[in-house]
């Protein structure tokens, strides 16, 4: 009788594990959140950057002027039409001025944008209203408004009256056009949802409808404000006797060029004036609306 033995088991020796060295470590890095970055690239103030590259046309205008390439009677230097400015307001002749055309301008805005957002509530709130409005408005606003200053100067005379209609009709195209679009554009799931809470129709027209189409307003009135100041410009050429329209038409008699770009740049600060008032109107009356900033 034999005994098989079994073989003995095969025992190797265990390979030590590698040990991890100092070197082999990850290296971990700083991360910068970006509202961090956004920070640092805005240390210096907004106004200053956007307030750089007029800085440097000036200063490239009266470099140009001071060599003689740009000659006084084509384009005086900004040294002189800073002198020209400063002697308009002492004697108040530009203040005078500044006051009549922004009298024109806020009441030609008042009837214009009353027309508009009257004309636009009836047309987008209603399908009815729609089919009676829509079309002749779609056809007057291709006609181009100043070819209507002729007529408007044999229905209402040269007085005060075809300055304020031909700035009340730029002023009510683009109102309307801005607004009806607002109110068409407003989502239909929030109109399901206010009907399902309950609102009836003035209801979803106050609460829903009309808050939706703000945004659209609000465009509409910044387009309007810089229509109203190019409608200004036409209407002051018409037998004028008062306004910055009527002090450009005098410097370009006597070819005073400073003056001249001297009430451009005001209609262009009253411009920009009007915007930043819509644009603080916009933050305030759409703060429920978060939008992007930029980056």
Request: hydrophobic fraction near 55%; charged fraction near 15%.
């Amino acid at each position: 009788m034999t005994i098989d033995h079994a073989p003995p088991p095969d025992i190797s020796p265990v390979s030590p594990q590698p040990s991890l060295s100092v070197s082999s470590a990850p290296v971990l890095e700083a991360v910068t959140p970006d509202s961090v970055r956004g920070a640092r690239s805005r240390a210096v103030p907004r106004w200053v950057r956007r307030g750089v590259g007029p800085l440097v046309l000036l200063l490239l205008w009266q470099v140009l002027s001071s060599a003689g390439v740009l000659h006084r009677d084509v384009l005086a230097s900004p040294g002189t039409i800073a002198r020209s400015a400063g002697a308009l307001i002492a004697d108040g002749t530009l203040p005078a001025a500044m006051a009549v055309s922004l009298q024109r301008v806020a009441v030609g805005l008042l009837l214009g944008g009353a027309a508009g957002v009257a004309l636009a509530l009836v047309s987008g709130l209603s399908r009815l209203g729609e089919d009676l409005v829509d079309a002749p408005v779609q056809m007057l606003r291709t006609v181009p408004w100043v070819g209507l200053i002729p007529l408007l100067i044999i229905w209402l005379g040269i007085g005060e009256a075809p300055k304020v209609a031909l700035i009340a009709l730029g002023v009510a195209f683009h109102l309307y056009l801005n607004v009806y679009a607002g109110i068409r554009g407003v989502d239909d799931q929030l109109v399901e949802a206010g009907q399902s809470l309950g609102l009836g129709r003035w209801g979803l027209i106050r609460h829903v409808v009309l808050p939706g189409a703000l945004p659209g307003a609000m465009t509409g009135l910044r387009y309007s404000l810089a229509t109203a100041w190019l409608a200004l410009v036409f209407g002051e050429s018409i037998n004028a006797d008062a306004g910055i329209g009527f002090l450009m038409n005098q410097a370009r008699d006597f070819f005073r060029t400073d003056v001249i770009v001297v009430c451009l740049v005001v209609y262009a600060l009253l411009g920009l004036l009007a915007d930043a008032v819509v644009r603080t109107l916009e933050r305030l009356l759409l703060q429920w609306r978060p939008t992007f900033t930029g980056q």
